[in-house]
């Protein structure tokens, strides 16, 4: 640690950027009712994901130890199991071990619940937000908002994505028939380690080949959702009884860039019970990984009555790097990791 590393890493413009585009937020969702709710950073609760780690905070003598919150969802989900109608919330997060060109291990997110809406209502709320942020913004100094036409940004499902890439069914396929595809495509496969699951090969692939096509390039933008991902990554999506099913899950990419992550809510508490002892399951395979306690809370919550919704979590300071051209989230922050 450098104790003279004292200045900024953003400019003074790129601070004016992220205050308006955060006053666009507001302002966006206030026309819409929305309420602004805010939450707890720390909880002795934490929503299970098995690729997430959340940072754990000791208690101390007989206190508990608490997590600092990698989403507000559930304590957003409690509000809305409550009687709060459709909320959003501007949040600090934190996730251990995520630093690089898009990644910082404490960063803004804009999550949000609309009361009755499907998957396919948020997506077009989405889009709408995103280009509200950016209009905000683009005839400030140091802004370099992509122009996109009036179009609506299309859809691709996830098996039309595996398609064009590898030229397979990935609802259909076989784990050998995905590694095939995978080698040949080149992908880079771990020679070492524990056997990959089949979605951390799907995830490799949708990593390493499809998502750097989503989106388009600078200049050259098609902004792009992809939606319908396999159960198995449904996270807290409810699955759609189609042939086959498909989880009500959906991520806006541009120039590669993933800008945020949407469901059709799960209401079932029994189901959020099995599927937090799956992330258990798949956190104990992991290497230097440990038990977490779950949102007890939360599926208390659900089983009283968590209303029809569809929430978004969107990363804030990849959406000011889109408004900016920044190549790193490093240039649109004040005070990152390495100098904070």
Not at 224 to 248: G, H, I, K, N, W
Request: include cysteine; glycine fraction near 6%; aromatic fraction near 8%.
């Amino acid at each position: 640690m450098d104790p003279h590393c004292w200045q900024p890493a953003c400019s003074l413009n790129v601070l004016r950027i992220r205050a308006e585009m955060l006053r666009s937020v507001r302002e966006f969702f206030a026309a819409r009712g929305y309420l602004e709710v805010e939450t707890p950073c720390l909880s002795r609760d934490v929503v299970l994901d098995a690729w997430v780690e959340p940072f754990r905070v000791p208690g101390g003598g007989t206190e508990q130890d608490r997590f600092l919150q990698t989403s507000p969802e559930a304590f957003m989900k409690r509000l809305l199991a409550a009687g709060c109608q459709s909320i959003y919330q501007v949040a600090r997060v934190f996730r251990k071990g995520e630093f690089g060109e898009r990644h910082n291990p404490e960063f803004t997110m804009v999550e949000w619940y609309g009361v009755g809406d499907t998957w396919l209502d948020q997506v077009a709320l989405t889009e709408s937000l995103v280009r509200c942020c950016l209009n905000a913004v683009q005839s400030l100094p140091g802004s370099r908002v992509p122009f996109w036409p009036d179009t609506r940004f299309p859809l691709l499902t996830y098996a039309a994505a595996f398609q064009n890439s590898f030229g397979l069914d990935v609802h259909a396929a076989t784990d050998a028939d995905l590694l095939q595809a995978a080698e040949q495509a080149r992908v880079t496969i771990p020679e070492s380690g524990p056997v990959l699951s089949r979605d951390e090969l799907l995830n490799i692939m949708l990593g390493l080949v499809i998502e750097p096509q989503l989106g388009g390039r600078p200049g050259a933008e098609t902004p792009m959702f992809l939606c319908d991902y396999p159960p198995t990554q449904a996270a807290l999506a409810v699955v759609a009884e189609t042939s086959p099913p498909v989880a009500r899950r959906f991520e806006l990419y541009v120039r590669g860039l993933e800008l945020c992550n949407g469901y059709e809510e799960l209401t079932d508490a029994a189901e959020l019970r099995r599927r937090e002892q799956q992330q258990q399951i798949i956190r104990s395979d992991l290497p230097a990984s440990e038990p977490l306690p779950g949102a007890p809370r939360l599926q208390t919550a659900m089983a009283a009555g968590l209303p029809p919704c569809s929430g978004v979590a969107l990363g804030f300071d990849r959406l000011v790097m889109l408004a900016t051209s920044a190549d790193s989230i490093q240039q649109i922050l004040p005070f990152p990791a390495n100098i904070a």
